[in-house]
């Protein structure tokens, strides 16, 4: 059974996320008096491009070609091993803790800079710099995220850390766990690009993200952005099940029909954060490139606050 | 009553950083208004584990609201619709310290504040969280430091003496009120004639475009 479940969730995943990205930029043209694209345009936009053949420049290695289905690959991995649909460990979750995935997410990430770097283009190399300097210092901050919620469970189990959390309320309404979602969302929002730091344009002063697929086309290009909709996806659906709203995400008792419930429970928990999304991204002007790292700081003070509240409030 | 102490704390603390980390002049009054009512729900609930003291303390949080939150904001703002013609664009523009370097200068007081206190007072006083107005201070004083901006620095001394309303409150038991009540009076009195004394030396002593007419230094 718990193959089954792994299964539902890896195609959940896969295919809610682009769902979830077309609703964001929906709910975005909406805000601005715009009719927008539809909610499917990201599926329309997958189709095209899996129809089209990919170019590959001639300088490039296999490292460019391939690696777009390795970063899929891996996200896949992920969407198995983390609690998305279920609080209680699918077949492969003992496979890594937080700290693991952690491991799986900058694995992916570096995948990602090298088969830019492969590319040999200016833009995609301009990208993996600065995607690079922001990653480094987002980095441990994510670390320190998940190092309070240990000391909080005792724990790296994200499973045993959503348990705790949705059963001790001290905890919940603790400044420690206040702390760490608020370092959590702004790392959120470094590593899902929205606004303020980074702006859905293609305007060279701006990209990060943007820039490193600047050489992909057709399928190749289909995996890369699957993939990125895949990551925002699931680090959207951890930070709600983990640290946000804990409750009510299935237990190991609940049965087959409520994990299915829970799946429109979880699209509409993420239609609330994407609604935040969306009115920042339309209210808050992006920040020049250096001072991303001013937002990075802040973000550190608030994760290193938790832990300075838990051992005075100990 | 000691966890929503140490929330408040704490929130004033996440504010001063949010200080250091502004560059408007504007919004970094706000933030100082948003401290002030947060040190006067501080006060009225100092006033209510305090029984004896309740009016007293309730008189204080009123002039806390009325001095500290609404008028000191109102007079800085003021004064600097009068110097500049477009306030909401006035900002610190030269900071001696990048602001990342001092958000994490300011988390390394915090840490020293921890620790000097767990060292010292916290043998005496008994009061766990007893840090966090002492971190508060020495982050208002890294405040001033940092900005060369006049408006800035006086945000930051009024936050200082927000810091030693919230130590003498919490972990001292509260000064007497006519101190408490003369000092707020005192920081009305700062500001007005600092607003003034911004307002002549631009009127009369500097000229325009000299570009130091924002720092309180002669």
């Known amino acids: 059974m718990l193959y089954l479940y792994s299964f539902i969730e890896i195609l959940y995943v896969a295919l809610a996320a682009p769902l979830v990205i077309g609703v964001q930029r929906a709910i975005e043209e909406r805000i601005e008096s715009k009719q927008g694209p539809s909610v499917f345009q990201p599926y329309y936009d997958l189709a095209k491009l899996f129809r089209k053949e990919s170019l590959v420049p001639l300088v490039s290695s296999p490292v460019f070609r391939f690696g777009p289905y390795f970063v899929l690959m891996l996200y896949a991995f992920l969407a198995m091993i983390l609690p998305i649909i279920t609080a209680f460990p699918l077949a492969y979750a003992p496979a890594a803790d937080f700290i693991g995935g952690g491991l799986f997410f900058g694995a992916a990430a570096a995948i990602k800079k090298f088969s830019a770097i492969d590319s040999r283009s200016n833009y995609a190399h301009l990208g993996t710099s600065r995607a690079a300097s922001i990653g480094a210092l987002a980095e441990p901050i994510t670390v320190l995220i998940f190092i309070m919620l240990g000391v909080l469970s005792n724990t790296n189990n994200p499973f045993v850390i959503n348990n705790v959390l949705r059963s001790s309320p001290q905890w919940y309404f603790s400044l420690v766990h206040g702390f760490v979602s608020a370092a959590f969302f702004m790392v959120l929002l470094i590593e899902t690009g929205q606004l303020p730091i980074e702006s859905h344009t293609n305007g060279e002063l701006g990209m990060i993200d943007q820039a490193m697929p600047f050489e992909y086309s057709g399928q190749d290009l289909a995996v890369y952005k699957w993939a990125s909709y895949m990551k925002v996806f699931i680090l959207m659906s951890v930070f709600l099940n983990v640290y946000m709203i804990p409750f009510g995400v299935p237990l190991a008792h609940s049965g087959f029909l409520s994990i299915i419930v829970y799946m429109g429970i979880h699209l509409l928990k993420l239609l609330g954060l994407i609604i935040v999304f969306a009115l920042i991204n339309t209210t808050v002007s992006k920040f020049r490139l250096y001072k991303n790292f001013d937002f990075l700081a802040v973000a550190f003070a608030l994760a290193f606050l938790a832990s300075l509240a838990y051992y005075i409030m100990q | ?218």
């Open chain 2, 1 to 218: 009553m000691d966890q929503i102490f140490e929330i408040l704390g704490f929130l004033l603390i996440v504010l001063t950083l949010f200080m250091q980390w502004e560059v408007y002049v504007k919004s970094t009054i706000v933030l100082f208004a948003i401290s002030s009512f947060i040190v006067a729900i501080f006060l009225v609930l100092l006033g209510l584990r305090n029984p004896q003291e309740e009016y007293l303390l309730f008189v204080l949080a009123g002039l806390t609201v009325v001095v500290r939150g609404i008028t000191i904001p109102v007079i800085i703002n003021k004064a600097l619709h009068r110097l500049h013609e477009k306030p909401w664009r006035v900002r610190e523009d030269k900071p001696i310290m990048g602001i990342g370097g001092s958000i994490l200068v300011s988390l390394g007081l915090i840490m020293l504040s921890y620790f000097l206190y767990q060292g010292s007072l916290y043998g005496i006083l008994k009061v766990k969280s007893g840090s966090v107005p002492i971190a508060l201070f020495l982050q208002a004083s890294l405040l001033i430091i940092t900005h060369k901006h006049a408006y800035i620095q006086m945000i930051g001394f009024l936050v200082m003496e927000n810091a030693v309303v919230m130590l003498s409150g919490w972990v001292f038991g509260g000064l007497p009120f006519i101190v408490e009540a003369g000092v707020i009076l005192d920081l009305l009195g700062l500001v007005v004639v600092s607003s003034l004394i911004m307002r002549v030396r631009e009127n009369t002593i500097l000229h325009e475009g000299d570009n130091y007419n924002t720092e309180l230094r002669g």
